[in-house]
């Protein structure tokens, strides 16, 4: 082997920047540069946009209305690929988990539900890890990494239409009807590319999942939930899981800072609430914690005046946890006092744990990376010398 100590380091060469994840604004100026009229790539803007979220293409070559000449110029400064699927899992109920990565260290998990109430869920990431904590939740036992991009968001929802094979975006029979933000990471910390994520989304000529069939979760970041209202007019849950502050710290440690008095005042000011927009609160069932009747009453008093439903989530055990499920008859005795008080309250039936894509399972082996470390692996990656 001969060390060639006189030729300039290797560097592969950077990726393309990516058109997923651009709002229509921002496609049209992407092109802007590459066509001589304004008015032309306002008109590739909604051509691409259709080809990347009506039709789910990954190859520029398959834009028939689009010239091979502008085709090829557009493919040779812009990608449009999917990011890599780590591993795809089915399990035995029919869930589907995906994990997948967009960059060295950066992987995340969302789930696919199919069947629920009529319906077929996607479960979407908002963050690499987490921040919050919650003692009941495996990935808040990850560190945060980093907030995912509007386009990393986005990205999720293409691969399940992928898997699923809907493509073009169906107008009737859809598999995939509801996207909701109850994968890895607090949603209201990564606002801006949430919203922005919502808005390609929920775009009539692309991807055309209703906001009323957009849910975002919290676990009460108080001064975000009207903002988020505001913004993106989708449907809100709040990841409640008490009803008085010294236990709800223990669980969900952001109470500390946004007790349920404020969380439960952000919440009356989010934007069009009513009984055909009620907020759903999810409460997970803790054996001998916050499962008893006594709290199931106090439950009640808590949602006065707030239009609401309020899932009952089966606690979903993952490798160390310290907490038991509830008993099938506790959580049903907990549901009835709910009920009678007129307050919808559905057991959800677990899904996925076999494969640990059941709420409050998800997590990833990604690690935060020290500035220090990465300038080291991408000076050794720079420095890749031919042999």
């Known amino acids: 082997m001969t060390l060639l100590l006189d030729r300039t380091p290797i560097i592969a060469p950077a990726l393309a920047p990516s058109l997923i994840g651009l709002d229509r604004a921002e496609l049209a100026a992407a092109l802007a540069p590459l066509l001589a009229e304004k008015r032309a790539a306002r008109m590739r803007a909604e051509q ?6 009506h039709h789910g293409v990954t190859d520029f070559a398959a834009m028939a209305n689009i010239g091979k000449a502008a085709r090829e110029a557009i493919a040779a400064a812009f990608r449009i690929d999917r990011p890599d699927i780590l591993s795809a899992q089915t399990a035995r109920d029919g869930v589907r988990k995906w994990l997948l990565g967009f960059g060295p260290g950066i992987e995340v998990e969302s789930v696919f539900i199919p069947d629920v109430a009529r319906s077929g869920a996607l479960c979407v990431s908002s963050q690499v890890g987490c921040t919050l904590t919650c003692s009941f939740c495996h990935t808040g036992t990850q560190k945060l990494v980093r907030n995912l991009t509007a386009a990393e968001i986005v990205a999720q929802v293409l691969v399940a239409r992928d898997a699923l094979g809907e493509w073009p975006t169906p107008n009737e029979d859809r598999a995939l009807t509801n996207i909701v933000f109850m994968g890895m990471g607090e949603p209201l910390y990564n606002l801006d590319e949430v919203v922005k994520a919502i808005d390609i989304i929920a775009d009539g000529d692309g991807i055309s999942i209703s906001r009323r069939r957009i849910t975002v979760s919290t676990a009460g970041v108080a001064p975000k939930i009207p903002e988020l209202g505001a913004r993106a007019n989708a449907m809100l849950a709040i990841s409640l899981h008490a009803t008085y502050d010294d236990l709800r710290d223990e669980l969900v440690p952001l109470n500390k800072k946004y007790p349920i008095a404020a969380l439960f005042d952000a919440i009356r000011r989010y934007p069009s609430l009513s009984n055909a927009k009620r907020v759903t609160f999810e409460y997970v069932m803790l054996k001998d914690v916050n499962d008893s009747l006594a709290e199931a009453k106090d439950l009640v008093k808590l949602l006065a005046g707030v239009p609401a439903k309020i899932n009952l989530i089966p606690f979903n055990p993952w490798p160390g ?37 059941a709420c409050g399972q998800l997590r990833s ?7 220090s470390a990465r300038r080291a692996r991408e000076a050794a990656e720079a420095a890749t010398i031919e042999e």
């Open 365 to 371: 082996e990604s690690v935060k990376e020290r500035a």
């Open 321 to 357: 946890a310290i907490y038991e499920c509830s008993s099938w008859e506790r959580i049903e005795a907990f549901a009835a006092i709910l009920n009678r008080a007129g307050y919808a309250s559905p057991i959800r039936t677990p899904r996925g744990r076999d494969i640990l894509a």
């Open 48 to 53: 691409i946009w259709g080809w990347l979220y």
